[in-house]
T-cell receptor, first 114, second 113 residues
Framework: AQSVTQLGSHVSVSEGALVLLRCNYS??????LFWYVQYPNQGLQLLLK??????LVKGINGFEAEFKKSETSFHLTKPSAHMSDAAEYFC????????????FGQGTTLQVKP | EPEVTQTPSHQVTQMGQEVILRCVPI?????FYWYRQILGQKVEFLVS????????KSEIFDDQFSVERPDGSNFTLKIRSTKLEDSAMYFC???????????FGPGTRLTVT
């Protein structure tokens, strides 16, 4: 069975500061990993994904994440936070060997202070 | 850019009533999903649908729930007799065979009173 744990339900950073959102996964098969962002009253938008190949993946809006198999982690980073980054962020793992459903973490709310 | 659409955006219903939530997935996608998000909680898988049949359902997806793809474009979720605890945001998603990322609709907020 697969699972995702996001450490920190709430992260607060100052504008211009580094953003680090943590995600650890458990998977019995090589994982396919995703980060989604949810702005208030909106749906889920794909930020980036890891399936195979390069372990450092770049996404939209300046975000990137690194797949570390040894640490079973897929942390999301952005060098410099912008006010518009304030949102809920979800890490997910795909049950790709079965139906491809996504298993989500609890989510992390990112607050960006001016 | 193609997108997943959902209607209505907000549905208010009384306990015991039937509701149908509608989704139009991206046209060439083959796999369809419903998820729900109770306020303040994580997104939970409900059901997956492929080749005109349910491929997997979660424990949440009991006999009160059903899904249908009545034509080549729509994908519906029906709740036969709503309960207070069905109040949530319901998301539809679709994907192609590969890659595995899913594209989500904007959601339908269901409020059961």
């Amino acid at each position: 069975a697969q699972s995702v744990t996001q450490l920190g339900s709430h992260v607060s950073v100052s504008e211009g500061a580094l953003v680090l959102l943590r995600c650890n996964y458990s998977s019995s098969v090589p994982p396919y990993l995703f980060w989604y962002v949810q702005y208030p009253n909106q749906g889920l938008q794909l930020l980036l994904k890891y399936t195979t190949g390069a372990t450092l993946v770049k996404g939209i809006n300046g975000f990137e994440a690194e797949f570390k198999k040894s640490e079973t982690s897929f942390h999301l980073t952005k060098p410099s936070a912008h006010m518009s980054d304030a949102a809920e962020y979800f890490c997910a793992v795909s049950d790709w060997g079965n139906t491809g459903k996504l298993i989500f973490g609890q989510g992390t709310t990112l607050q960006v202070k001016p | 850019e193609p997108e997943v659409t959902q209607t209505p955006s907000h549905q208010v219903t009384q306990m015991g009533q039937e509701v149908i939530l509608r989704c139009v997935p991206i046209s060439n996608h083959l796999y369809f999903y419903w998820y729900r998000q109770i306020l303040g909680q994580k997104v939970e898988f409900l059901v997956s649908f492929y080749n005109n049949e349910i491929s997997e359902k979660s424990e949440i997806f009991d006999d009160q729930f059903s899904v249908e793809r009545p034509d080549g474009s729509n994908f519906t979720l029906k709740i036969r007799s709503t309960k207070l605890e069905d109040s949530a945001m319901y998301f539809c998603a679709s994907r192609d065979h590969e890659p595995y990322e899913q594209y989500f609709g904007p959601g339908t907020r269901l409020t059961v009173t």
